[in-house]
């Protein structure tokens, strides 16, 4: 948890934006109606429009829906995800990896496995996280 202007900051929430901030993106670029979304999902256009405008909180669940219905494949939701996974990562762990470049791969896995029980897509995003830094060396 980081402390912003005297508020507690989540890396779920980073995760969280990122995920939408994408989402929401790509809908702009493809010119998707908020309406076409709806008719697809089953969810209230308010909500759909709520939620990609930030004031409201969404699942991941949530998000597949909406990606499902632009329409994204399952490997460009991944995607998606995998990013948004890296993104938290970062947020996390960022001063971390600038204070102490000594970190082997193992250690840094170790290091976010004690944060939480992770999924094994989860440490595939850790390794991917790794992997990009160049730290695995």
């Given at each position: 948890?980081?402390?912003?202007?005297n508020m507690?900051?989540?890396?779920?929430?980073?995760?969280?934006?990122?995920?939408?901030?994408?989402?929401?993106k790509?809908?702009e670029?493809k010119?998707i109606t908020?309406?076409?979304?709806?008719?697809k999902v089953?969810i209230?256009?308010?909500?759909?429009?709520n939620?990609?405008n930030?004031?409201?909180?969404a699942?991941?669940?949530?998000f597949?829906?909406?990606?499902?219905?632009?329409?994204?494949t399952e490997?460009e939701?991944?995607?998606i995800?995998?990013n948004?996974?890296?993104?938290?990562?970062?947020?996390?762990?960022w001063?971390?990896?600038l204070?102490?470049?000594?970190?082997?791969?193992?250690?840094l896995?170790?290091?976010?496995?004690?944060?939480?029980?992770?999924?094994a897509e989860?440490?595939?995003?850790?390794?991917?996280?790794?992997?990009?830094?160049?730290?695995?060396?």
């Open positions: 948890i980081i402390i912003y202007k507690y900051i989540n890396s779920k929430l980073v995760r969280t934006w990122y995920i939408w901030k994408t989402i929401k790509i809908i670029e010119w908020l309406t076409s979304i709806e008719a089953k209230a256009q308010p909500t759909i429009s939620t990609l930030g004031k409201r909180s699942s991941d669940e949530f597949r829906k909406i990606a499902k219905a632009i329409p994204l490997k939701i991944d995607e995800f995998m948004a996974d890296i993104e938290e990562l970062k947020y996390k762990y001063e971390d990896f204070t102490r470049k000594e970190y082997s791969f193992e250690e896995l170790e290091m976010v496995r004690e944060q939480k029980n992770l999924t989860e440490l595939q995003a850790v390794r991917k996280f790794i992997e990009f830094t160049g730290w695995e060396k």
